[in-house]
């Protein structure tokens, strides 16, 4: 690859997430062929960022305090809930690509809720250009959440799972 093409393909992804910021967009992907052999491949993705909101302050006279108390507790319970990438038996994804749940269509899911793994066992495949990556399970413990479908693209560092 020559500077002239390397600068040139640079300049392409940057016009790329110029575009990706100016219509509000969080993903772009294109391929961009050089010749019959040479092409170039690129998805730019824009991370979003989530906020777990706090809950409203409640001013309630003192004998309602107690339940006021406790309906307060809850929408905090739900954010924790929200964000699976923390929990500490979360799989996340090495790599941006698609998971697949069974290693082809129409076969049973390597791994269903519930299902006792050894560690090393394959949970999950994440394609990624055009290779499958097997996704071993880091711990021995039970699937406790399958958190994405068969056939969902995921980005590096995405909850997968959650194995405890």
Same mark, same amino acid.
């Given at each position: ?27 772009? %992907?294109?391929?961009?062929?050089? /010749? ?40 905090? %319970? ?23 749940? %069974? ?16 560690? /090393? ?35 590096? /560092? ?7």
């Amino acid at each position: 690859m020559t500077k002239q093409s390397h600068e040139n393909d640079v300049a392409f992804i940057q016009a790329l997430a110029e575009l990706l910021n100016q219509n509000d967009l969080t993903e772009i %992907a294109v391929v961009r062929e050089y /010749g019959e052999d040479d092409s170039l491949e690129v998805r730019v993705v824009k991370q979003a960022t989530v906020v777990a909101a706090a809950p409203a302050p409640v001013y309630a006279a003192a004998p309602m305090a107690a339940p006021v108390v406790a309906a307060a507790a809850t929408p905090t %319970a739900v954010a924790v809930d929200a964000d699976p990438a923390s929990h500490p038996g979360a799989v996340t994804s090495p790599m941006v690509g698609t998971a697949y749940l %069974a290693p082809e269509p129409g076969a049973s899911a390597f791994v269903k809720i519930g299902d006792a793994v050894k560690e /090393g066992q394959t949970l999950l495949i994440v394609e990624a250009m055009k290779t499958m990556n097997h996704i071993p399970a880091p711990r021995s413990g039970t699937v406790k959440r399958i958190l994405i479908d068969d056939g969902t693209p995921v980005e590096f /560092g995405a909850p997968l799972m959650i194995v405890e």
